[in-house]
């Protein structure tokens, strides 16, 4: 509920100097929060001040600037833009403020600024500078030809225009689109649409969602990029995005698909810190999914990456969040946790480190807030391949809370995105059996047998225990107790099929 709102429904209890003390306090909270950067230091510049200063001391456009700005240095060539040579390069335009409120011109500055900063906290792309990118402000420049000037890959443009009126209710819609410099083909666009009372208060989220959705895209683009290359022409980065590619479907296949173009990465480049991260990554849940042919081999030499991967770029987001998936998946939530929470201060509106992070929450037994926080990525993800594994991760929090019915729907919207991760099935069937749905937990154990013949319920007992640091939780126990009892050597092809 948006501060105004509230206020709204409670004036009867607030007074009118405690409602106008409540909004400042709202303003404020806006004005400090991380991602309100932008807002604070366009607000403070309409007052003639100083712009804010962040935690470091330093100014907060400060942040804005990535490793090196092309107009700066007067070297527009990408290679020589990134810190890895072929990684993306990303300008984003000031957006356009389409009404004739002042304010809505202010707020659209703000908002760009806000994205800026989100994005090159990256350690996936780098992002062009504030200041050379704002002198494209209030012109409709050439797509390509800004991509030339700026030596970016890709393009962000968007708008910001307030819509309906008093009567019917006041709006605020945010248009944004991806453009890819040198075709000028869209590669993604999205619009937000927020109450116009509200739009203090949601200024964080639609920044947070914007370039979450955003650096979601882009990834997605490079890998299709890198995909359709010789591999032969590819650097390490490309490399490093083919094996998140692999990692995205993942069986027996492309686990190992993920791992070799890691190793070939590192082999590369030996000091590239996010090649040995995902080395690591891949490489960890070989033996929980039960494609290793030698799990404490992969287990060693996971750590050993990532050891590595740390020594290089300790402070680098990416790898911080590589680092938490490594220990999730070695049955160290617990230590996951802060390490997450560290990737995450420094990178907020990664998604996919926010469901990391959910999932360590919920394999270390807190629930609760486990859920908000892979809901929370579910929405700032929400057309993402990686949505199986949020729904996966959700629905096992909530088998283990003993939430049977609401395990199954999650676990079932998994498979509706990919059916081939043999964990999600196994699970989906001791939530079928624990309420007593025999015939279509059956069903799901034929899914299982099909894609591994020789699948025992020990293997499955296994594979679930190493996640979780304190022991398997007890509803999941029991569901596996009772999965065993209708686990048969051979499954008759008479069987119910499984509704999705």
Known sequence: MGLFSWIAENESTLS?????????????????????????????????????????????????????????????????????????????????????????????????????????????????????????????????????????????????????????????????????????????????????????????????????????????????????ANTDNLDAWGLVARSLSAAFQFNRETSAESVSFARQAVALDPNYAAAHARLASALIRRPVNGFSEDPAQDLADANTAIDKAMRLAPNDAGVLAEYGHVLVFSGRSDEAIPVLKRSLSLCPSNGIAIATYGFALGCNGDYEEALAELTRAETLLPNAQYLYRIYFWRGTTRLAQGDYTAGEMDLRHSLSIYRGFLTTWILLAVSLVQQNKTQEAQAALKEIIAIQSDMLTSDSRNRLSVVFPHGMPKPLRDGMDQLEKIWPEDISNQLLPLNN
């Open 16 to 228: 009118g100097v405690a409602a106008i003390i409540a909004i400042v306090a709202g303003i404020v909270g806006v004005i400090l929060s991380p991602l309100g950067a932008g807002a604070r230091s366009v607000l403070f510049r309409k007052k003639g001040a100083p712009p804010a200063q962040a935690d470091d001391g330093h100014s907060s456009t400060s942040n804005l600037k990535s490793s090196s700005d092309p107009v700066n240095t007067g070297d527009s060539d990408q290679s020589t833009t990134g810190k890895s040579k072929g990684r993306p390069v990303v300008a984003v335009l000031p957006f356009n403020n389409m009404s004739t409120d002042e304010e809505q011109g202010y707020l659209a500055e703000g908002m760009t600024e806000d994205i800026i900063t989100a994005l090159a906290r990256s350690p996936d792309m780098d992002v062009i500078a504030r200041n050379s990118t704002f002198v494209y402000k209030d012109t409709n420049p050439d797509i390509r030809q800004v991509g030339k000037d700026l030596g970016a890959r890709y393009v962000v443009e968007g708008s910001l225009r307030k819509v309906g009126s008093e009567a019917v209710g006041e709006r605020i819609r945010v248009t944004v689109q991806l453009i890819e410099a040198a075709t000028g083909n869209h590669v993604w666009a999205e619009n937000y649409d927020r109450p116009l009372t509200e739009i203090f208060a949601i200024q964080d989220e639609v920044s947070s969602g914007i370039a979450s959705a955003l650096g979601y895209a882009i990834t997605v683009a490079e890998i299709d990029k890198a995909n359709r």
